[in-house]
């Protein structure tokens, strides 16, 4: 296989992911999917895809076609996946769009869902990706349009994406595991901060998801996202007691407003009894009016992986060791009842007690409690 030097950052996400992440061999089959605005990174992956050796089918959405089939036609014409790829392919990366995304805010929720979820899911037929490994590249989203609505520089937002997109995910699984095994007895944590927080719950005794971008095989098999990065242990409902507040912002660029800063959340019971927030409360309370019964339960603590995420919009909680509550649904659990609700508060520099002991001190790891020797008697 040809050697060449990785300079262009758009080389160097091809390498990690295709190499690492999708673990892409001579020979198979890989379907590269982009909108229009991201095509200089799609054509990254296809040399790269080449070079490895496998067989790439680059499909392109593009974004004037798509808009004027969405005018002349209405959503139901260009919703979903743009056509069905014939047979399944090993593997399938998605560069999400559009880039003028603002022009669908006011569409119903359903159709909404539908134009933007759009990274492969049902495009299989009879087998919808069981056996294709899919990743979808958040490096996409990353456009001078969502970077002016959230008062942010693209290209530092740019850059610290790809940072964080190429910490390799054997790294970001062996942080996982290290936190794991610390919780692994674990009954109640207590979760503490300068600001005001201070919460206790029980774990629900059930191992963790660690979420490294590595996608798995399986007809259940879910598409990942990078960069990634992230453990979410099951928290037993009915135990959540005390205060929690956010200080760092919550990013939905489809919500109005699509940011949500200071979040202060009380609980008792094991329920959300009363919540406030310094800006952008009213996309949280409309969604949390309209959601079912489930809505108010807390029922994961994430803990986030990657070294090299501090405050990039949409995916502050993958920050090495910012927390995030979950409240509303629960992840990756089929057959679950839905409350149509989900909402992540992001807490970073945290203490974190484990049964009265030290597991997080201001966010970073607390080194472990020797155990004590049996001094013997003379």
């Known amino acids: 296989m040809p050697r060449r030097r990785i300079v262009r950052p758009e080389d160097a996400l091809a390498h990690v992911v295709l190499e ?35 067989h790439p089918t680059l499909v392109v959405e ?3 076609a798509f808009f004027s089939s969405l005018e002349l036609l209405g959503s139901a014409a260009v919703s979903g996946a743009p056509g069905l790829v014939a047979g399944a392919p090993d593997a399938h990366v998605y560069f999400g769009g559009p880039e003028a995304f603002p022009r669908l805010l006011g569409l119903p929720a359903n159709d909404l869902g539908s134009l933007v979820d759009r990274d492969g899911r049902g495009r299989y037929g009879s087998a919808p990706g069981a056996r294709t490994r899919g990743i979808r590249l958040a490096i996409g989203d990353v456009t001078p349009t969502a970077a002016a609505r959230y ?9 610290e994406l790809v940072r964080a997109s190429l910490v390799d995910p054997t790294r970001l699984e062996a942080t996982g595991r290290a936190f794991a095994r610390r919780l692994a007895r674990a009954r109640r944590l207590r979760v503490r901060h300068s600001n005001g927080t201070d919460l206790s719950f029980r774990l629900a005794g059930r191992a963790p998801a660690i979420v490294t971008g590595r996608p798995h095989r399986g007809p259940r098999a879910a598409w990942e996202r990078v960069p990634s990065g992230i453990a979410i242990f099951p928290i037993r409902a ?33 329920r959300l009894t009363q919540f406030e927030f310094d800006h952008g409360g009213e996309s949280f309370a409309r969604a949390y009016g309209r959601a079912g019964r489930g809505r108010e339960r807390p029922v994961a603590l994430t803990v986030g992986l990657n070294p090299a995420i501090d405050r990039a919009p949409e995916v502050v909680e993958l920050g090495l060791g910012t927390l995030g509550l979950l409240l509303g649904d629960p992840p990756r659990r089929a057959g679950t009842p839905s409350s149509g609700f989900s909402f992540l508060a992001a807490l970073a520099g945290a203490n974190v007690e484990a049964d009265g002991r030290p597991w997080l001190v201001s966010g970073a790891a607390a080194p472990p409690l020797r155990k004590r020797r049996r001094t013997e008697r003379r």
């Open 20 to 54: 690492r992440h999708l673990a892409l061999r001579r020979g198979e089959s890989v379907t590269i999917e982009a909108w229009s605005h991201a095509l200089p990174w799609a054509r990254s992956f296809v040399v790269e895809a080449r070079r490895l050796g496998a």
């Open 62 to 64: 593009d974004e004037n």
């Open 151 to 159: 008062g942010v520089n693209v290209a530092e937002w740019q850059r």
């Open 238 to 270: 009915g135990t959540t007691e005390g205060v929690w507040e956010s200080n760092r912002p919550a990013h939905d660029r489809f919500a109005q407003p699509n940011t949500v800063v200071g979040g202060r959340f009380e609980f008792h019971s094991g």
